[in-house]
């Protein structure tokens, strides 16, 4: 079990982990993995930690995927950089354990996986976001983190919603950056590797058999 980072002692628990203050809790279940739209909003504009939901300091952590460079921005709210180590090391799409998104979105059926019988949620109606749609059972992207300083954090609007932010600008001086996992090798990658690894195999076994040259 991690440490709990002090920050994050006020918020609960499920299983043992922390919550995430931008995940979604529905029926006082955490979805873990899922974003709540209204929380995440706060995060992004309020410079809130994703994590613990405490303001920011002089420098913060941004998760970043080869995606969102192409795009220019990290479409997470931001992270203290104690809460990072904790999030890289029990969340399982950052330390390694996931090795393919999720076939589906919990809210295109009910958020935490629970059935909800409450007739007046809104839960049923919500759909996972273009995003998921495109990863959805597709193996697992690289991660990082860049780290910017706080003053260089720019929110980029969303184009359909500017009032809403799509994420926050990668087109920034970054401080440093650290490799969280690298990518699931698709079918393909994994079936040339293994034929290079063969084709060295047997280059090797036929440098032991072939017979030592002897001086004359």
């Known amino acids: 079990m991690h ?9 609960p628990l499920a299983g043992g982990l922390v919550v995430p203050y931008v995940s979604l809790i529905h029926g006082g279940h955490a979805a873990f993995g899922t974003l709540d739209a209204d929380q995440a909003r706060t995060a992004f504009l309020d410079h809130l ?33 104690e809460c990072l180590p904790y999030t890289a090391a029990t969340c399982p799409m950052l330390n390694g354990q996931a090795t393919h998104y999720r076939q589906r979105s919990v809210l295109a059926s009910h958020p935490a996986g629970r059935p909800c019988t409450d007739p007046s949620c809104p839960c049923p109606s919500r759909t996972p976001d273009n995003g998921h749609a495109a990863r959805s059972g597709r193996p697992a992207d690289r991660y990082e983190a860049w780290m910017i300083d706080t003053r260089h954090y720019q929110l980029v609007p969303h184009p359909d919603t500017p009032d809403v932010p799509a994420g926050i600008s990668l087109n920034v001086p970054i401080l440093r950056k650290r490799t969280l996992r690298e990518a699931t090798p698709t079918a393909s990658r994994s079936a040339l590797l293994n034929l290079l690894y063969s084709a060295l195999e047997l280059g090797i076994a036929a440098d032991c058999m072939a017979p030592a040259d002897n001086d004359s």
């Open 3 to 11: 440490p709990i980072p002090q920050r994050c002692a006020h918020r």
């Open 49 to 81: 930690c994703q994590i613990c939901g405490h303001p920011l300091d002089e420098r913060c952590w941004l998760i970043v995927r080869p995606a969102d460079i192409a795009r220019s921005h990290s479409p997470e709210p931001a992270l203290h950089p």
